[in-house]
């Protein structure tokens, strides 16, 4: 009876931990010229998102691109539009942000992509 009892608990534990693990975020977009790829351990949520961005050509990894980020929140009633630039910054074969999604609602992301004169912008939205 022991050993059963200590083995629901231990499966009990399992199960509360993965419940409170929260999935990860990846997004792929694929423009005319760059394919761009943004994960993040957790979903987009309000305050920081953590964002790691790799950049693709012909499917070989760019990391002499400059990258921006745009966040924009359109207008609702008694609220003004919002529109947000993240610093990007490069690292290694990456590139890295923090993107502060300030309130819930609908969001629309903007990635440029601009290298050796090529350039692209990429797009998605999400609610919060």
Same mark, same amino acid.
């Given at each position: 009876?022991?050993?059963?009892?200590?083995?629901?608990?231990?499966?009990?534990?399992?199960?509360?931990?993965?419940?409170?693990?929260?999935?990860? =975020? #990846?997004?792929?977009?694929?423009?005319?010229?760059?394919? @761009?790829? *943004?994960?993040?351990?957790? +979903? %987009?949520?309000? /305050?920081?998102?953590?964002?790691?961005?790799?950049? =693709? #050509?012909?499917?070989?990894?760019?990391?002499?691109?400059? @990258?921006? *980020?745009?966040?924009?929140? +359109? %207008?609702?009633? /008694?609220?003004?539009?919002?529109?947000?630039?993240?610093?990007?910054?490069?690292?290694?074969?990456?590139?890295?942000?923090?993107?502060?999604?300030?309130?819930?609602?609908?969001?629309?992301?903007?990635?440029?992509?601009?290298?050796?004169?090529?350039?692209?912008?990429?797009?998605?939205?999400?609610?919060?």
């Amino acid at each position: 009876m022991r050993k059963l009892t200590a083995l629901l608990l231990v499966i009990t534990g399992f199960v509360l931990f993965a419940c409170t693990q929260k999935e990860g =975020f #990846k997004k792929e977009l694929t423009g005319q010229k760059f394919k @761009v790829v *943004i994960v993040s351990d957790q +979903p %987009p949520h309000v /305050g920081i998102n953590k964002w790691k961005i790799k950049v =693709f #050509k012909n499917g070989t990894p760019v990391n002499d691109a400059e @990258v921006k *980020i745009n966040g924009y929140m +359109p %207008p609702m009633p /008694g609220m003004p539009e919002m529109s947000f630039d993240y610093p990007v910054k490069r690292s290694g074969d990456t590139y890295e942000s923090d993107v502060n999604l300030s309130m819930g609602g609908t969001w629309q992301i903007t990635i440029y992509v601009n290298r050796n004169g090529e350039e692209e912008k990429l797009k998605f939205g999400f609610n919060l």
